[in-house]
């Protein structure tokens, strides 16, 4: 069972991913910290960074008028303190590759709220007999 507040936490990151199959931008500016020091990484993209340059990018993918579905699947998390982190999958219908992503929320003034996001594509995954070093 987790702890309520990373309950709370996690809920807030399944909304995120609501917010983004509906293509809400008013939502969207609402889940996230209205802060300079968040930013974003979508795939393809120079990253940015600061309120302005993440919600421009967020604008930009919303106001394309395409409608896409998106599916999250939730790998993991971790919760220290105020701050939440969470990695998975996005599911992106006729995606040519699959998209790992990583989510960091912050608690503040009593809400949980966005503040890095970073979605990068899965180009191959790695043999089972793979005999390179690996970091961990």
Known sequence: KL????DKGLE???EFYDIF???DLEAMAAIWLPSEKISCHHP???PTIG???VMAG???IMGQGHSFSIRYEHLAQDLSGDILWATGKEHLQNAPHEIVTTNILKHNGGIWYMIHHHSSPI???LPSNDKRH???
């Not at 702890?3 to 990373?6: G, L, R």
């Open 123 to 125: 180009f191959a995954a």
């Open 12 to 14: 807030k990151l399944f």
């Open 21 to 23: 199959a509906k293509m």
């Open 3 to 6: 702890d309520p507040h990373e």
């Open 134 to 136: 690996h970091l961990n």
């Open 58 to 60: 967020w604008s930009n």
């Open 44 to 46: 393809g993209w120079q």
């Open 51 to 53: 309120r302005t340059q």
